[in-house]
Structure formats: structure tokens, C-alpha cells
């Protein structure tokens, strides 16, 4: 069965950066596309980004095009989520998920199986 697990959150300041990890615990060569959510207290979970490694694409939340980037090792298959200039309002648990999303940009839950535990991000002075 496999299994993700994340890491790399925890307290960082506004204008801070992070880079979480997502590292799958058995083979997912079964599915195409990784992607990284967020859920703040009180809110539903939104899309951060997804990568697909067949077909391609890379794919971003508007909330953080342009100071993220998300990439993938092919050695161990494990993604990355790199945010720079981090907001108070990026601040939430963060899951990756693994699967065969249903839209072509990967981009809502549907199709997303595998989903790790989440690790927490905090943005605070």
C-alpha cells in the first residue's frame, strides 16, 4: 500500500521561505501526477500545485504562482514544494496527493487516492 509522507513545515516568518517534501513509500508508478494542498482553520482545502510526470505539466494556484516551484526527483520519486516570500495567510496544513487527477490541470481533489497525514505551516512575527 503506498503511503506519502511530508515534512519540512513549521514556523517561519513573513518573507520566509520553505520547502516541503513529499516522499512516497512504494510505487506509484500506477498514477501521473502528485499535488501539493493546503487547509487553513475553518476552511475548505485548497489547491497549491501539481505536477504531472506523464503528459507533463506543471500547474499553480494563483495564490502562489511566481514565488513557488514544485519539482520531483526521479531517483525516489519524491516532490518538492519550494514557497518563498511566505504570507501569514499561506499559513495552514499542507498535504500532497498522489493519483490520476480527473482535470487536465490536476487541479481539484477528484482522481487524487493517496493523500499523506499533512504538516504544518506557520507564517507568524
Known amino acids: 500500500q503506498v503511503q506519502l509522507m511530508e515534512s519540512g513545515g513549521g514556523l517561519v516568518q513573513p518573507g520566509g521561505s520553505l520547502r516541503l517534501s513529499c516522499v512516497p513509500s512504494?510505487?506509484?508508478?500506477?498514477?501521473?501526477?502528485i499535488g501539493w494542498f493546503r487547509q487553513a482553520p475553518g476552511k475548505e482545502r485548497e489547491f497549491v500545485a501539481a505536477l504531472r510526470w506523464r503528459g507533463g505539466g506543471i500547474y499553480y494556484a494563483d495564490s502562489v504562482r511566481g514565488r513557488s516551484s514544485i519539482s520531483r526527483d526521479r531517483s525516489n520519486g519524491a516532490v518538492y514544494l519550494q514557497i518563498d516570500g511566505l504570507k501569514p495567510e499561506d499559513t495552514a496544513v499542507y498535504y500532497c496527493?498522489?493519483?490520476?487527477?480527473?482535470?487536465?490541470?490536476?487541479?481539484?481533489?477528484?482522481?487524487?487516492?493517496?493523500w499523506g497525514q499533512g504538516t504544518q505551516v506557520t507564517v507568524s512575527s
Open positions: 512504494g510505487s506509484i508508478s500506477s498514477m501521473n501526477a
Open positions: 496527493a498522489a493519483g490520476r487527477p480527473i482535470t487536465s490541470t490536476a487541479t481539484t481533489m477528484g482522481g487524487y487516492t493517496v
